[in-house]
Structures are given as structure tokens and as C-alpha cells.
Nanobody
């Protein structure tokens, strides 16, 4: 099983970025995908979780209304569309495979994790 993130970079406040999470060795039908982020000196923070089989998408309050999950089932890829970015969104973003089809906000419910992609939002 493997997940690989891509798409991070530098954006200005109010700008947008799209992160990709390409999954291999498993299908989105069987496992939910979670997005987390970690800023320097801070704890890992749950951002969003998507379950294709349960047709559910959940967002942290801090990103609700600004971030959106999209999928390309044929590519086995989940996207995190980030709009109206704020400096406090600056972090390394990770996607991870849930152990099953249900979403959870607990990072212990995910494995494996991607290598992370850096998002920096300038003020």
C-alpha cells in the first residue's frame, strides 16, 4: 500500500492550491483517505477525511467552507482543493490510508502515510 502527495507550494493569502493523493496497492472503494497537516512546533492536525464507499466527506472546522475534496476514481486519486488560503494554513500536508472504509479523525487510524507536501501561505 502506498500514498503519494503532490501539489504543494507557495500561495498568497486568499489564493488557491490543489493537493493530490495518489493511492496504489488498494482502491478507494475499500479504504477512506484522510488529510492531515502539521506546522512547525505544533501537533498534527486532522483536516479532512473522504470515504468513497460511504459517500462521506468530513472537514475540520478550521477549513470548512474553504477546502474541498475531489476524486478521480479511475486514477485512484483524491484531491484537496484549498481556496481562500490563510497564513495559518501553512504546514506540511499529509494524506494517509485509513484501515477501512470508515473515516476517523484519529491519526492512529491511518497507515501508510505519504511523505508530505509543503504548503506555505504568505501574508
Amino acid at each position: 500500500f502506498q500514498v503519494v502527495e503532490s501539489g504543494g507550494g507557495l500561495a498568497q493569502t486568499g489564493g488557491s492550491l490543489r493537493l493530490s493523493c495518489a493511492a496504489s496497492g488498494f482502491t478507494l472503494n475499500n479504504n477512506a483517505i484522510g488529510w492531515f497537516r502539521q506546522a512547525p512546533g505544533k501537533e498534527r492536525e486532522w483536516v479532512s477525511c473522504f470515504s468513497l464507499s460511504r459517500a462521506t466527506t468530513n472537514y475540520a472546522d478550521s477549513v470548512k467552507g474553504r477546502f474541498t475534496i475531489a476524486t478521480d476514481v479511475a486514477k485512484n486519486t483524491v484531491y484537496l482543493l484549498m481556496d481562500s488560503l490563510k497564513p495559518e494554513d501553512t504546514a506540511t500536508y499529509y494524506c494517509a490510508r485509513a484501515f477501512g472504509p470508515l473515516c476517523t479523525t484519529n491519526w492512529r487510524g491511518f497507515n501508510p502515510w505519504g511523505q508530505g507536501t509543503q504548503v506555505t501561505v504568505s501574508s
